[in-house]
């Protein structure tokens, strides 16, 4: 599958973006998808997941402020961002988790900026 992410900004602490994620490709594969984010000098690290159930999972860092949903008609998936904070800032990815012939593969699709000053 190809993804393109679109989005990002820059936002002062308290506010809000939604960062969209756009599917492509043999979607029937896709078993979930997801958003990642790089802070600058820091490892990419997992952010939230919805799986073909609808069911949403959160780091214990974004829980409460960050809502991902997906829209099956346009396949995407969208990830609401409130209560912002500087720590938040980071390079963020959307990402899919594929099974194909018993074996998993991830795709990415390119990056968005999420800039959040205090």
């Known amino acids: 599958v190809q993804l393109q992410a679109s989005g990002g900004g820059s936002v002062q602490a308290g506010g809000s973006l939604r960062l969209s994620c756009s599917v492509s490709?043999?979607?029937?594969?896709?078993?979930?998808a997801g958003w990642y984010r790089q802070a600058p000098g820091k490892q990419r690290e997992w952010v939230a997941t919805i799986d073909t159930a609808g069911t949403t999972t959160y780091s214990d860092s974004v829980k409460g402020r960050f809502t991902l949903s997906g829209d099956n008609t346009k396949n995407m998936v969208n990830l609401q961002m409130n209560n912002l904070k500087p720590e938040d800032t980071a390079v963020y990815y959307c990402s899919a988790l594929e099974y194909i012939r018993g074996r998993e593969l991830t795709s990415w699709g390119q990056g968005t900026l999420v800039t959040v000053s205090s």
């Open positions: 490709g043999n979607i029937f594969t896709i078993t979930s």
